[in-house]
T-cell receptor, first 110, second 116 residues
């Protein structure tokens, strides 16, 4: 079964707005990662947050992790049309490799 | 540094034929992972390999699918007697030899397999 589940499935916003995507998972984890996928391309790593961290920033990205609720959120501030992509969370909960959710499709309109 | 290289980018096979997908990991990476992605779905783990070893193949169908990562050369995902349901994008990723989840995975741009 899926370890990570993103919410919402799809998100449509205007340029300049903030975009928030959520991820819930089932088992205990060591780390949680977020990836981005442009149409027709492979996934690109965005950020890794460890289980003992609560928040992490990278440029316009802000990731939070709540291990008590088994959830994470990815916030993209001041979004741009170029941020249009699918975003996936991935967890390592007890498996030999990362398990990905189904992703959130983000559309940023100019 | 070249990233993860997958070829071919697109592969069309008729039902019953064999498909061979190749993946060259990033330089210095000894771990290779294969994932399958159906339209508007997430990535489903298939197999995890190190050089000359299959570490975890729990996501791979028991029949028709096999994978290898030889001492020399790329990793190969082989699908025998393809069926229409095998049509998907197959992604390869690599990582350095660190614990699972401790390092980002570096993905190739995938091979899109179409079975007619």
């Amino acid at each position: 079964s899926q370890q990570g589940e993103e919410d919402p499935q799809a998100l449509s916003i205007q340029e300049g707005e903030n975009a928030t995507m959520n991820c819930s998972y089932k088992t205990s984890i060591n780390n949680l990662q977020w990836y981005r996928q442009n149409s027709g391309r492979g996934l690109v790593h965005l950020i890794l947050i460890r289980s003992n961290e609560r928040e992490k920033h990278s440029g316009r990205l802000r990731v939070t992790l709540d291990t008590s609720k088994k959830s994470s959120s990815l916030l993209i501030t001041a979004s741009r049309a170029a941020d249009t992509a699918s975003y996936f969370c991935a967890t390592d909960g007890g498996y030999s490799t990362l398990t990905f959710g189904k992703g959130t499709m983000l559309l940023v309109s100019p | 540094n070249a990233g993860v290289m997958q070829n071919p980018r697109h592969l069309v096979r008729r039902r019953g034929q064999e498909a061979r997908l190749r993946c060259s990991p990033m330089k210095g990476h000894s771990h290779v992972y294969w994932y399958r992605q159906l339209p508007e779905e997430g990535l489903k783990f298939m197999v995890y390999l190190q050089k000359e070893n299959i570490i975890d193949e729990s996501g791979m169908p028991k029949e028709r699918f096999s994978a290898e990562f030889p001492k020399e050369g790329p990793s190969i995902l082989r699908i025998q007697q393809v069926v229409r349901g095998d049509s998907a994008a197959y992604f390869c990723a690599s990582s350095p030899p660190v614990g699972t989840g401790n390092s980002p995975l570096h993905f190739g741009n995938g091979t899109r397999l179409t079975v007619t």
